[in-house]
């Protein structure tokens, strides 16, 4: 069939836009798919057809579309105080409530919490703070952060080095001096033969590894994703992160959980780090904080390392927008609303497994070497051979194509690799779970034929 003409709309984007992570020559050729509203776990393109979100949007709409609570939220507060600073010894009320709440919610002694505007700014926060925290207690050469190949943590500068994707690496010169990278317990595509729990220790125990070459008087921070989103939603084995955690206690290096992706209940705990047993010095969160009504982001600090920031004196570092008013209101309204339903409870007593159990139906298919999940995160790997779980060639675009034949059945689902990945709103009813395996499995067949052929 004949390529329809771009729209009006597309035509402009094309002109004017430039997208994030796109191939913008690829996108002008075809148009821009444009989304005009959402409702619940459902959005709708501007030819009318529905959508079902199961990324919630980029990890983050936990409440789905459309919630009136938060909306007033941000009416009310743009009307009183639209926009005030957090600089030079003043607050605001928002701001305030907010950080009480948040440390009220907070794993062990996370009782300070400082604003950002989004994810990224989080993760650079962090190397900020855990740099001028060891300066502070008269070790400044403790400046050396280890993270993991394959790790999201943001796209600015500082972002992108801590994370360990190398296509981003490639772009600007990444990393940054002063980062180093481990490598991730991805256990279906390096485990080799090993069972989970020794592989989980062997890949744990590369931190000891790094932390020694280094010299531990050097490395200031170890930071990492309880599971990996961007990476593919890679859950670690359980031998994993308490082996990590003795590590870092060991050498008295810093533990960092970049909660972006997992906070605000999405893996059935208002953090990841809950269900895993940690205990980090710092934590990072967005996306969920709001439900992606309006940026926000926060870095959660322990006592200890509060206490040696509140010690050294001025901290010279924020932003324009840190705990931006609205956006604080909005994510109080969130927060409430969270309680209210009890959607954390729902996630890890009713939806969460629901989804699990159907999730992993998935696994019978031809194309299906493993499925994997947690909560309302879920992945399952696309195979050329189920015997050996041999992967297809790259050039097949496995991973693309199963992507686009979602797309054409009203399904957003996520290609990473040939790896597929789901994260849908935390308020998804068990038809809407029912509706999305039925169409991630129409998709597969599909995407079965396509590759087969």
Request: net charge negative.
């Amino acid at each position: 069939m004949p390529k329809p003409p771009k729209s009006p709309l597309q035509q402009l984007d094309a002109a004017h836009h430039l997208h994030p992570f796109t191939d913008s020559r690829a996108l002008h050729h075809k148009g821009a798919r444009v989304i005009e509203r959402g409702e619940g776990v459902y959005l709708w393109d501007a030819d009318g057809n529905r959508i079902l979100d199961a990324m919630a949007g980029l990890w983050c709409v936990n409440l789905g579309y459309g919630r009136e609570e938060l909306v007033q939220a941000a009416e009310q507060q743009l009307r009183r105080l639209p926009y005030y600073n957090l600089f030079f010894q003043t607050t605001h009320p928002r701001a305030t409530e907010l950080a009480a709440t948040l440390a009220g919610l907070l794993p062990g002694d996370m009782e300070h919490v400082f604003f950002t505007g989004s994810g990224s700014e989080c993760n650079d926060t962090v190397i900020r703070m855990v740099r001028h925290y060891w300066a502070g207690q008269g070790q400044p050469e403790r400046n050396t952060i280890i993270s993991r190949h394959n790790a999201y943590h943001g796209s600015t500068l500082a972002g992108a080095s801590l994370g360990g994707m190398q296509p981003m690496h490639a772009q600007g010169g990444l990393p940054l001096p002063g980062i180093v990278h481990i490598d991730q317990p991805y256990h279906f595509g390096e485990g080799g033969g090993q069972s989970p729990h020794p592989f989980g220790l062997e890949r744990a125990r590369q931190l000891e590894q790094k932390i020694l070459e280094l010299g531990p008087d050097r490395v200031a921070a170890f930071i990492g994703e309880p599971i990996q989103g961007a990476g593919g939603v890679i859950i670690p084995p359980d031998s994993y992160w308490p082996e990590i955690q003795r590590i870092c206690k060991r050498y008295d290096i810093l533990l960092v959980m970049d909660e972006v992706i997992c906070g605000f209940g999405r893996t059935g705990h208002w953090f990841a780090s809950e269900y895993y047993g940690l205990q980090p010095d710092l934590l990072c969160m967005a996306k969920g904080i709001s439900s992606g009504y309006i940026p926000l982001g926060a870095v959660a600090v322990g006592e200890r390392v509060a206490a040696g920031l509140i010690a050294g004196g001025e901290f010279f570092h924020g932003f324009t927008y840190s705990g931006h008013p609205v956006a604080c209101a909005v994510a109080l309204a969130n927060i409430e609303v969270m309680q209210k339903e009890r959607l954390v409870e729902r996630v890890h007593d009713d939806i969460g497994p629901y989804l699990q159990r159907a999730w992993a139906s998935l696994g019978n298919h031809p194309l299906v070497g493993e499925t994997r999940g947690l909560g309302l995160l879920a992945a399952l790997e696309l195979v050329a051979d189920k015997g050996d779980n041999r992967r297809f060639a790259e050039e097949a675009g496995a991973g693309v194509t199963c992507r686009e034949h979602c797309f054409d059945l009203g399904l957003v689902m996520r290609a990473v690799g040939d790896t597929m990945i789901i994260s849908p709103p935390l308020v998804i009813g068990r038809a809407e779970v029912d509706e999305l395996i039925t169409k991630a499995r129409q998709a597969l067949d599909l995407t079965y034929r396509t590759l087969m052929n």
